[in-house]
């Protein structure tokens, strides 16, 4: 897979989709959790798949198996961060209001740069 999560996806409530094992559910999203440390590329789709733990359905575990494939398949790439004199911290925040389709709630992102090189 090019990317973790397709442009598309709209994981909803999916209470028309079959439910699935929720331990094992929640297992991988454990895993992906863990190399969200390392992965930042992965932050947004895992905390997303993150959310439906509770009742897991199996649009949800499609989604999570699309994170595990796109992994497989970027085992080459890393993060490279230059050699600076100084490096400064920068932070950048947006706010997005009544946008989260699930729960219409506000959410918020940001952003942190040390030299320039994106670190969260």
């Known amino acids: 897979m090019k990317t973790p999560m397709h442009s598309n996806t709209s994981q909803g409530l999916g209470k028309k989709y079959k439910s699935v094992?929720?331990?094992?559910?929640r297992q991988?999203?454990?895993s992906l959790l863990?190399?969200?440390?390392?992965?930042?590329?992965?932050?947004?789709?895992?905390?997303l798949c993150a959310w439906f733990q509770y009742d897991p359905r199996e649009v949800y575990l499609s989604v999570t198996?699309?994170?595990f494939r796109y992994?497989?398949?970027i085992t080459n790439l890393r993060l490279c961060y230059k050699k600076r004199e100084s490096y400064s911290l920068q932070r950048y925040c947006g706010a997005n209001f009544a946008s989260d389709k699930?729960?219409?709630?506000?959410?918020s992102e940001g952003f942190h740069f040390i030299g320039g090189d994106l670190v969260s």
């Open 21 to 25: 094992d929720a331990t094992t559910y």
């Open 28 to 30: 991988m999203i454990g």
């Open 34 to 47: 863990y190399l969200t440390a390392s992965r930042l590329d992965i932050m947004f789709s895992v905390c």
């Open 65 to 67: 198996k699309r994170i």
């Open 71 to 73: 992994l497989k398949g």
């Open 102 to 107: 699930i729960e219409r709630q506000s959410t």
